[in-house]
């Protein structure tokens, strides 16, 4: 099997790679139809379906083939994506469009090399950018056709919508959407609810829909950061003698603070692990733009903090992005804050810097 040669490649040598070799050979497997079983064969390819080792081996399997392609490349179980970025080149480059396709190419080759099958039906291109020149590409068909990959302008990674203005708007009406359908069945399911109850299934069952990965899609329309907030609003008229109360009050009594100054949290905490190494977002396709995403700001002088980061601007969608976004905000809090030596600790100090911060409780609606 070609996924035992790998093996030592990683540091798998010795008893735990005859182990795995034993795991996977010698296997034999039937198909049971109306109490009939057929007669055995033997398995020759493949992780058995349903083991703990399965996906893992999986990811052993495929883990080379970034060394394969000459462009960045992000991995996730069985999900690829490819990026092919605008930089500069020298003259006697060839177009960026042109490695993408070459790449492409490799791609095919290494999935046949390794006895895998790509499917180009399922294989799917998205143009980012308004600069983009809407290259077209391909790739062969077992009948060796050439297929031309579908160009899409929004797909789901990992739970989020991202489309190809990179605003989020699809992905933020949908996750609205949900979180009302839940909230509907709360109200028809409960006839009364006092706080301690409401709270418990407001966070447990609605709130989550509008708040996962918000680092990555936080809104910058006006019109999307209301849809978000109306849900609560439309969500804390459910508590027992509170629905006469404005929004403010409602939350106020609940201690409920807003959307818009969670997501500012949610943007605080993960820059405090960003700066502190306790994460990396300078992955691949970000250090071959030639500059790190995060950079320290130029002049520290004593007003500030130790960690201050240089405010970046950029025209378009990429002046929403996350380190964008979140960086006034983090220059402005204290060293004692930012200088915490864990998350939770950092998260108790950010609590007690921003108890009475405007967002906490207010949020203005536009109509």
């Not at 099997?1 to 996977?24: D, E, H, S, V």
Request: aromatic share 8%; proline share 5%.
């Amino acid at each position: 099997m070609r996924l035992l040669t790998k093996l030592p490649a990683y540091g798998i040598t010795g008893n735990l790679k005859q182990w795995i070799q034993n795991f996977l050979t010698g296997r034999k497997q039937s198909v049971k139809i109306n109490g009939e079983i057929s007669d055995s064969v033997n398995v020759t390819s493949g992780v058995p379906q349903g083991s703990v080792m399965g996906p893992l081996l999986f990811i052993l399997f495929v883990n080379d083939l970034p060394d394969n392609l000459h462009n960045p490349t992000l991995m996730y179980a069985d999900d690829t994506k490819m990026f092919s970025l605008k930089k500069e080149r020298l003259i006697m480059d060839p177009p960026n469009t042109t490695t993408l396709q070459q790449d492409l190419t490799r791609f095919q080759s290494w999935a046949n090399n390794m006895g895998m099958k790509l499917n180009p039906t399922k294989c799917k291109t998205m143009h980012l950018g308004r600069s983009n020149p809407l290259q077209e590409y391909t790739m062969l068909l077992d009948d060796n056709t050439q297929h031309h990959i579908m160009t899409t302008t929004e797909e789901k990674d990992l739970g989020v919508i991202v489309d190809s203005g990179l605003t989020f708007s699809k992905h933020i009406q949908t996750q609205v959407n949900k979180a009302n359908s839940v909230l509907g069945a709360i109200k028809h399911t409960f006839k009364a609810l006092d706080p301690t109850a409401f709270l418990s299934l407001y966070k447990s069952l609605v709130r989550p829909n509008l708040e996962y990965a918000s680092v990555i899609w936080s809104p910058k329309l006006k019109r999307d950061k209301d849809a978000l907030e109306y849900v609560q609003r439309r969500a804390t008229r459910l508590v027992t003698g509170l629905s006469g109360k404005s929004y403010e009050e409602r939350l106020l009594t609940l201690e409920l603070p807003t959307l818009e100054f969670r997501r500012q949290r949610a943007d605080m905490i993960q820059m405090f692990k960003l700066v502190h190494g306790l994460e990396e977002l300078n992955s691949a396709p970000c250090s071959e733009c030639g500059r790190m995403i995060i950079q320290p700001a130029l002049n520290v002088n004593n007003r500030g903090h130790d960690f201050k980061l240089q405010i970046q601007h950029e025209p378009g969608p990429r002046d929403n992005f996350f380190t964008r976004r979140a960086t006034k905000n983090w220059n402005r809090l204290t060293q004692d804050t930012v200088s915490a030596n864990c998350v939770n600790i950092f998260k108790n100090r950010l609590t007690k810097e921003w108890k009475n911060k405007p967002e906490r409780y207010h949020y203005r609606f536009s109509y």
